[in-house]
Every structure is written in structure tokens, then in C-alpha cells.
């Protein structure tokens, strides 16, 4: 009933409304804002500094419209700002920027986009890499081939260019995926090459245990010396469960703080609690039930507590 109309993006290619478009470009209807950065392409170069003021906003989905806007237009004057846009916090505006820079396809762009070839996010790294060839750039030496295989995810071809592929492979080990962390675990041990020990050492700290077994093979093949792994893999996070937590629950809610440690019988600890509370209070008494059920439930907390510390840490 409420429900609005589309705009009418053709009206407002027709006044030249170049504000009303970029308004447009915040619409989360991919329809909607394709066509608003369409009818900025064709205004053309004079929708470039408006578009590019308006990349002050902190609306994310108007930004990614802008810099598609921007990157359909085609404009070098805009490069600066993209190239700014590179360095954003949001992975998703580093991507798409990176993207553009690629349509706008301007030798200039190559520093920024080399620079975001070393990203932490593989995304981003694969539009870089795109981008560079579709700006002219070709790799001339063996360092930069290793970055560009990096960015493309070639791991047969970095693990071809052996040791000058190396600190392109651990700068993978900074991604957030766990599965890029594992292939470049692997390509460095393929690589089998003394200069990687410091990285593999470092990632034997890995949050994802199986990124740290790859770095103990690895370590075999670059020559590391056992003796050094124990200390790099002491890093890793310590998962267990907090005792105190455990001795909580138990107390504020019998058998809760066993359904934490994940016992199953905690549930059938709880419904005796509650069934045993509601008999006593019926037939002795709020004060006569507390009497008799708080020792129980510091046991229970104690308890609760002891089997927790108890525990083993989750395996390395």
C-alpha cells in the first residue's frame, strides 16, 4: 500500500540531475543504482567531481555505487581518489576500487594497485592482479611475477620461481582464509627453501589447526630444526573452558554450567533442580528450601569448577 515507486532514472538523465543520480547510487536495488551509474557514465566527465565529493560519505553501499559510477565514466582525474579508496578498511570498497582502477585502465594506476597486490585479502589481491594487465603492466622480473602469481593464486607457478616466490607466499599467511593459509603453508615447503623458517615458525601460532601440522611438514622440508617448533606452536590460542563461568551457571541454575562443558546429563540436573524447588516451596517453605538447597548448589559450583580445570586443552 506505502510501497514507493522506482525513480525514474531516464527523467533524471533528461534534467542532468547529477545529485539526484548519486543519490540513486545508494539504492539496494542493484537495478536501481546500475542504471543511476549508466546515466552518470553517459553525462560523462562532468559527473566526476561531484561523484568523487560525494566519496566522503560513510554509507557503504553509496560508496560502492560511486566508484562503480566513477569507473563506468572512465575519468583519469578520478584515479587519486580511487587509488585512496584502495587503502579503505572495508575489503569490499578496496576490491571494487581496485576493479575500477582496472576499467579506467591507466598505466598511472600500477603503484597503487602493486601495493594493494600485497593485501591481506584475497579479493582484493585478484582484482589487483586483473587490474595491472588491464592497465598495461606486465611483470619484468621474477619478484614481481611471484606478486602477480600471489594475487591470482597460482601455486604450482610460485612454487616454479622457488626462492624469489617467498615473500610473496608469506605474505599469504595473513590471510583470513584459513584455506589460503594452508596452500601457502604447502607451496612453501614445496618451495623447501631456509628463508621461509621464520614465517613457518610464526604461523606454528596459526588459530586453525591444521594450517599449524602443514607448517611442521613444511618446517621438515626448509631445513628448520625441530627443536625450534615446540616454541613456535606454545603460541597458538588456548582453548579450553573458564572454570569460573562453569562454577557460575551451576550455581545460578544447576546443571547449566554442565550443559557449558557440554555434558550431557546437565539437562537432567536441571529438571531434577526445578522439579525438587517447586516441591519444597509448595510443602516447607521459601526459607526451609533455600536452607537446604544452597549447599547443594556450592557443591554443584565447586564441582562444576574442579572438572573444568581439569580439562585438557583443545590439541595442538
Partial sequence: MFRKSPPDIRVLEERCDIAGLIRQLASRDPEVQMAAAGALARIGTAATAPLVAALKTRNRTLRLGIISALAEIGDPEALRALETMTRDTSNEIRWQACIALGQVGDIAAAPALLHSLRDKDKYVR?????????????????????????????WEKLTDLESPAVPAVTNLLSDSDAEVRRKAVRVLGAIGCRDAEPALIHTLGDEDRQVRWEAVLASQKCGVPPMLLPRGLCRRPRLRKNPLIAGFLNFLLPGLGYGYLGKWWGIMIFQIDITLTVWLFKYSGEAFTYSILLPFYILLAVHAWYITKMMPEEPP
Fill in 126 to 154: 585478484y582484482a589487483s592482479a586483473l587490474s595491472l594487465l588491464k592497465a598495461g603492466w606486465r611483470p619484468s622480473t621474477d619478484d614481481e611475477w611471484a606478486w602477480y602469481y600471489a594475487g591470482m593464486q597460482e
